[in-house]
């Protein structure tokens, strides 16, 4: 079964940087998409971020573009979420999440698989 763990959430002060990491294991890790997702306790969840694992194609949703970078460690099956210029309103929980084929023209908004979330906080 597929696995997902996030790590690196905690809390900072606006204008601070964190950098969160995505293990991915026992999934088909290239040419497929990975991506992060946050919600807010009584928001929707949002995709803030994707990437395309074959071709290191990446997209992000215009609250985060220019602030927060994804990348990936394509020998240790690994993406990352660089935050940086944190704001109050980027707190949330951060998911991790994984599909099946690869994205080429933005945001995927569907995934299969999800990871358990980590918890980020941004004080003012």
């Known amino acids: 079964q597929v696995q997902l763990v996030e790590s690196g959430g905690g809390s900072v002060q606006a204008g601070g940087s964190l950098r969160l990491s995505c293990a991915a294991a026992r999934y088909t890790y290239m040419n497929n998409c990975l991506g992060w997702f946050r919600q807010a306790p009584g928001e929707e969840r949002e995709e803030v971020a994707a990437i395309n694992t074959g ?4 997209y992000y949703a215009a609250s985060v573009k220019g602030r927060f970078t994804i990348s990936q460690d ?35 908004g569907e995934y299969v698989y999800w990871g358990q979330g980590t918890q980020v906080t941004v004080s003012s």
């Not at 071709?55 to 990446?58: I, K, R, S």
């Not at 990352?80 to 998911?95: F, G, I, R, T």
């Open 55 to 58: 071709f290191g194609l990446t």
């Open 74 to 108: 394509n020998a240790n099956n690994m993406v990352y979420l660089q935050m940086n210029s944190l704001k109050p309103e980027d707190a949330a929980v951060y998911y991790c999440a994984a599909q099946e084929y690869a994205c080429y023209s933005g945001l995927v």
